[in-house]
């Protein structure tokens, strides 16, 4: 229902790279899709497949009021003819959010809930609760990660180029879990949080118990510069000089602290020379439209 290209492959030179004898690659999932990028669209692409197969009138998801997923989703469902309901965390619904303006301009139905309410989204008696009221709606998990997202993400594994060590940006937590399934065990797969969260690995590993059988995998929690959301200057600072050095947008809430961390591990010789790092640009950047907007960066 969503098809897409594969996307390109992005070699890295800097002078730190050269002088530590690594090499970087950059599978740029940014250019996967012109308005639906990145792991988004890999984690909605079966499960729109799905919606539509079982005749359902859209899908029923939850997200922030800037979320790359609240986005994705009504972009994706608009795209493939279904109807959309986001469940948006904090009230009252800001009209001149530009995220929320264009989910509207989808046609999304966005329920605004207070933060309280927001925290049941994983509640069984909650989410009962919302398939009473809407029936006809596949319910999709905050930030698209469920078992359906999964052959996606095993697609994204498949389509990987040659390397030792493959690397990602986890919020939550799909696109580790699908590279650390559909990977061998001689390639280390390396998650970089960006929410600060001491529960967040045994959430993955409940999600996705699959991740049990294989060791190949880690989880850095020492990046996320704050927590999710927040960013430090010397962050923010990094990502424009990447942008600029590399001609490869990125943003500071996923992406950027991805390779803000890999780049420290780098320097501190964490890799062997003459490793091969495949990192994975799983896209976000419109979320550097919210972070204008509310005067962040």
């Known amino acids: 229902m969503l098809s897409y290209p594969e996307s390109p492959i992005q070699v890295l030179q800097s002078p730190l790279l050269s002088e530590k004898k690594i090499r970087l690659l950059v599978k740029r999932d940014d250019l996967n899709h012109p308005v639906i990028s990145g792991n988004k669209l890999r984690k909605l692409k079966y499960n729109i497949e799905h919606a539509k197969k079982q005749q359902y009138q859209g899908l029923l998801t939850f997200g922030g009021a800037f979320s790359n997923h609240l986005y994705a989703t009504a972009m994706a469902c608009k795209l493939a003819g279904l109807d959309s309901v986001i469940i948006v965390r904090g009230t009252p619904l800001d009209a001149n959010n530009p995220t929320l303006k264009i989910a509207k301009a989808c046609g999304a139905r966005l329920i605004a809930v207070d933060r309280k309410t927001y925290r049941r989204r994983y509640e069984d008696e909650y989410l009962q ?11 999709v998990p905050e930030g698209g990660s469920n ?7 095993l697609e994204l594994a498949a389509s990987l180029p040659p390397c030792d060590t493959v690397a990602c940006a986890v ?16 390639k280390r797969v390396l998650g970089f949080a960006v929410l600060k969260d001491e529960h967040l690995q045994d959430e993955i590993l409940e999600k996705y118990p699959e991740l049990h059988q294989h060791t190949h995998w880690q989880l850095f929690e020492q990046f996320h510069e704050g927590g999710y959301g927040r960013f430090t200057p010397e962050l923010w600072a990094f990502c424009q000089a990447f942008t600029e050095q590399h001609h490869i947008p990125i943003e500071p809430i996923y992406t950027g602290k991805l390779f803000y961390g890999l780049w420290q591990l780098i320097q501190a010789d964490y890799f062997a020379p003459e490793t091969t790092i495949c990192a994975v640009h799983t896209g976000g950047l419109q979320g550097l439209m919210g972070l204008k907007y509310r005067g962040l960066i």
């Not at 609760?129 to 319910?139: G, I, T």
């Not at 078992?147 to 993400?153: F, Y």
């Not at 919020?171 to 001689?186: E, K, N, V």
Request: aromatic residues 8%; hydrophobic residues 45%; neutral net charge.
């Open 129 to 139: 609760e919302l398939k009473q009221s809407f029936p006809h709606y596949w319910v």
């Open 171 to 186: 919020g939550s937590g799909g696109t580790l879990a699908g590279l650390a399934l559909g990977l061998q065990a001689t």
């Open 147 to 153: 078992q359906l997202a999964l052959p996606g993400l």
